[in-house]
């Protein structure tokens, strides 16, 4: 049995380009979600002159996320989460998706 570690393991681009930054945008909208919620409520009551109306609020939201998005030590702590799933995955062949949804009660 081979012992990899995380630092050495090779990503391919698709995991640098695609996977690991999908989980920093998800992470990064739960902790801006109170500029997530400030823009969504600006939205909702300014309807049609939202674009116009609810500059401070996207502002707000888009300076939120660019911290998390250019911070290295937050990259670092998505990557390890990635390759954590992917490690369980290739050792249990099942997606982190279908391991955390709940089994029925009833068979």
């Given at each position: 049995m081979k012992i990899?570690?995380?630092s050495e393991q090779h990503l391919r681009h698709v995991e640098k380009d695609v996977l690991i930054p999908k989980?920093?945008?998800e992470k990064a909208r739960e902790r801006c979600s109170e500029q997530v919620q400030d823009f969504t409520k600006c939205c909702k009551d300014s309807g049609v002159l939202m674009v116009v109306k609810?500059?401070?609020?996207n502002s707000a939201l888009k300076d939120c996320l660019t911290s998390y998005y250019k911070d290295p030590?937050?990259?670092e702590e998505?990557?390890?989460?990635?390759?954590?799933?992917?490690?369980?995955f290739r050792?249990?062949?099942?997606p982190t998706k279908k391991r955390l949804q709940k089994l029925p009660t009833s068979m």
């Open positions: 990899f570690f995380f989980i920093m945008r609810c500059r401070k609020e030590a937050f990259y998505c990557k390890m989460e990635y390759l954590k799933e992917r490690e369980e050792r249990t062949g099942i």
